[in-house]
């Protein structure tokens, strides 16, 4: 999916762009099925991988945040940009 919008050379940003959500969204998803198999194995830590990938980013929720109020607020971010939830 290309833009022209931005003039020239935005085809190549628009290109790089999505390559590089795609590889966050492959480590993501390596993250999420390591700390599955390592809860099916018994690890002591299993979300280990998931939360290791979330603090590299800046990205782990504050302290005594609520699970359903992440996801709501993920769920309310994508609404704002287009996508449905």
């Known amino acids: 999916m290309t833009t ?3 003039g020239a050379g935005s085809e190549t940003s628009t290109g ?4 590089l959500t795609r590889a966050r ?5 390596a993250a999420a099925r390591a700390a599955v198999a390592a809860e099916r194995n018994g690890d002591a830590d299993p979300l280990g991988y998931v939360r290791g990938l979330l603090a590299e ?3 782990l929720p504050l302290p005594g945040a609520v699970a359903r ?3 709501a ?3 309310s971010a994508l609404c704002l940009t287009g996508w449905s939830a």
Do not use: M
Request: avoid cysteine; aromatic fraction near 4%.
């Open 25 to 29: 969204y492959a480590e993501l998803l």
């Open 69 to 71: 109020h992440v996801v």
């Open 16 to 19: 790089t762009d999505l390559a």
């Open 57 to 59: 980013r800046g990205q």
């Open 73 to 75: 607020d993920a769920r």
């Open 4 to 6: 022209l919008a931005a």
